[in-house]
DNA sequence: CAGACGTGGAT
DNA sequence: TATCCAAGTCT
């Protein structure tokens, strides 16, 4: 048998910690079902677990299958998305289902290739899915398991900008070998967990850590983050800020809305238009034949 | 590769 | 009040 690799994150210790203190979260429940699984990582993309947590469940619900979305209208979905935010998501997840439906047999697909080429599902989505899912081996990288890694790993204060080869590598090198593939993604589910609960970005909680006394950035003294500036994004009237104000007036109503009903959400009319158009463009409005406006009715 | 794409709670 | 930031993807 081959020596083990000294390693920041040992395997054991990591799965003994997730065992303690993982989160009970309902798509990791035993019964939730691959479609349960993959609701939830789009609808985690960029948005908090509180968040989440009623949505996915209503989703769940309403839409137990692949099918019953694919069924559905995209309005309907767009409307059911709520304020979850980036509601691009939703119209990419119902396109999504209605592929599972007519490509894959209405089985959500478990082998990473055939998810990457369904609509919203990137590097992240498909690797977790493969996963959380159908407990595959295979390097799931995520924001948490990035700055993990930039830490206990290379002693860095944060993760630097994403490369994603580079970031799958470094990853698929810490996942535990062998035959037990399960245990494999429980090692990462676990690796995400240590990010979202103790190794966080803000005030990292090292007192609690598992990995204090290997942990590289612990050894260096916990030097700050000393990468290139991360971009910092505002909100208040950008495009982002009046295409949800626009689309806040839509869901409201079940009945098409004038254009002067839509011109009160937002004062500055060049950009109210240019947004009202853009969102035709993506398919989150549509006009209806008198030229009133409304969620997508497509089914 | 940089920038667009929502939203709201925490600090 | 202002800034940070939360399970990314697409162009």
Known sequence: MPPEVATALDATTLLGWF??????LPWRDPERTPWGVLVSEIMLQQTPVARVLPVWR???????????????????IVRAWGKLGYPRRALRLHAAARAITEH???????????????????????????????????????????????????????????STRRDL???????????????????SAALMELGALICTARSPRCA?????????WQKAGRPAYSGPAKPTQRYGGTDRHVRGLLLDVLRATTEPVTKE????????????????????????VEQTGDGRFALPGEH
């Open 19 to 24: 065992d303690r203190h993982a989160r009970d």
């Open 58 to 76: 209503e989703w769940l619900d309403r839409w137990p299958t692949p099918q019953d979305l694919a069924a559905e209208s995209q309005g309907e």
């Open 104 to 162: 894959h047999g209405g089985e959500v697909p478990s082998d990473v290739e055939t998810l990457l080429a369904l609509p919203g599902i990137g590097a992240y989505t498909a690797r977790a899915v493969a996963a959380f899912a159908y407990g595959k081996r295979t390097p799931v990288v995520d924001t948490n398991v990035r700055r993990v890694v930039a830490r206990a790993v290379h002693g860095a204060g944060d993760a630097g900008p994403p």
């Open 169 to 187: 590598d470094d990853v698929d090198a810490l996942l535990p070998e062998g035959p037990d593939e399960a245990r494999a993604a429980r090692f």
């Open 208 to 216: 609690d850590c598992p990995f204090s006394a290997s942990c590289a």
């Open 261 to 284: 009903q839509l011109d009160v959400a937002w004062p500055k009319a060049g950009q109210r238009d240019a947004c009202l158009d853009s969102l035709l463009t993506d398919g989150l």
